[in-house]
């Protein structure tokens, strides 16, 4: 490949996103209908998530929130106006009529019941990851949505949306990294993930991600981001999942593991990607990298680098006097940086998709189908962690819109 074609192919330097850019900048100019908004789950994830829409007031307008914990409803409404109105039954918020679409932001196990009831009560929703807690709700809720089609289902698995996300997913459609064989992830902290409890309240009310009656413990609310990133950009699903892991820390009564790894082979493919997370060490944090022949994609949230092969680096070095083809930056590492700018936060755009899909009658890029597929990948890793062992993709996995 010459130097010129590159450049030109995978537009690494300045182009590659413009088409993304216009349609997003088409789609500003519109004139916009505000969707009023109800948030059921006032915990961290929901406030995030609130704080987050706050930058888009032409697009959203909360109108209700609702919470079964006192102390999160009351921290909630610090942050809303006066007039929004609170429940902490979900169901009374869903008989709202000035709700047009809900945020699920709640504990794990209540996903499939509440986003049941949301679609049958007429309400668009934005459902967080995972998008169910094991996978006959996975199957349930996409036979659910068929029926309520009229209706946007968005899960937030944000990464489909973020722009260093959207280019390194056309790097690899493109062949540029070449054949990719090995993928690694991680996701660290030194950190025991708890939350206090105030007085009158249990500790599996507020730590309920300790917790397998609640949580799929950290592959869920961590790792399944950049198992959903894989299965999108490769258009693909594992077909065998290994797993490990254990309480090797924190012994303080925890169900879920604070230790966790596991090992993704996909046949189709020919590739294997390996997710880990420990929360008894951080030094590296968030990980992930993608291997190919031609070169090797390292990721953080907000910013990624390009490290080409030998062979590749050389193809790029060659200087092609008759194009006179744009010079390319290279870091300290040797590699090339993929964006010269961080993007916003990927719940951001995440969320002004879900106001285009549902104004514009479009399906999400996350819906339920993907969520749906992240979330038998999750419950298999941990089914394979939990008991040692290796758990296999089956046929009945394999959905359709």
């Not at 007039?83 to 918020?93: C, E, G, M, N, S």
């Not at 968005?154 to 990719?180: A, D, N, S, T």
Request: proline letters at 3%; aromatic letters at 10%; one cysteine or more.
């Amino acid at each position: 490949m010459s130097r010129r074609t590159f450049l030109r192919q995978a537009g690494i330097l300045s182009g590659g996103l413009l088409l993304h850019h216009q349609l997003m900048a088409a789609y500003s100019s519109r004139l916009r209908q505000t969707i009023n908004i109800g948030f059921i789950g006032c915990g961290d994830r929901g406030r995030g998530l609130l704080h987050v829409m706050k930058d888009l007031p032409e697009q959203f307008k909360v109108t209700a929130i609702c919470d079964i914990l006192d102390f999160r409803l009351a921290q909630m409404q610090k942050e809303v106006s006066d007039d929004v109105k609170t429940y902490k039954d979900h169901r009374q918020l869903l008989e709202d009529t000035n709700v047009d679409a809900v945020i699920i932001a709640t504990p794990l196990n209540m996903h499939y019941p509440i986003a049941a009831h949301a679609l049958a009560a007429g309400k668009h929703v934005f459902l967080e990851k995972t998008m169910t807690y094991n996978i006959s709700e996975a199957q349930q809720l996409v036979a659910l949505s068929k029926k309520h089609a009229k209706q946007v289902l968005q899960v937030g698995h944000q990464y489909r949306y973020v722009p260093l996300y959207f280019r390194v997913k056309e790097m690899i459609e493109k062949g540029y990294l070449g054949k990719v064989t090995h993928i690694d992830c991680r996701w660290d902290r030194n950190w025991n993930w708890r939350r206090p409890v105030p007085d009158g309240y249990t500790d599996k009310q507020v730590n309920w991600r300790m917790y397998k009656a609640y949580s799929g413990g950290l592959v869920a609310e961590l790792l399944s981001h950049q198992i959903d990133f894989v299965n999108w950009a490769f258009n693909t699903h594992p077909d065998e999942v290994m797993g490990t892991g254990g309480i090797d820390f924190y012994k303080d009564g925890r169900e879920t593991y604070d230790n966790v790894q596991v090992v993704l082979r996909y046949n189709q493919g020919n590739m294997i990607g390996n997710f880990g997370a420990t929360c008894a060490n951080a030094r590296e944090g968030y990980i992930f990298k993608l291997k190919g022949t031609k070169g090797t994609v390292s990721l953080l949230v907000n910013e990624g680098v390009f490290y080409p092969e030998p062979a590749t680096r050389k193809e790029l070095q060659t200087v092609d006097g008759v194009s006179g083809a744009t010079k390319i930056e290279w870091n300290t590492d040797g590699g090339i940086p993929i964006l010269k700018e961080k993007g916003k936060d990927g719940t951001w755009y995440a969320l002004k998709d879900f106001h285009k899909c549902i104004t514009e009658k479009q399906i999400p890029a996350s819906n339920v189908i993907t969520g749906a597929t992240t979330a038998v990948c999750v419950h298999l890793a941990n089914d394979a962690a939990y008991a040692h062992s290796v758990r296999q993709w089956k046929p009945a996995f394999n959905f359709s819109t």
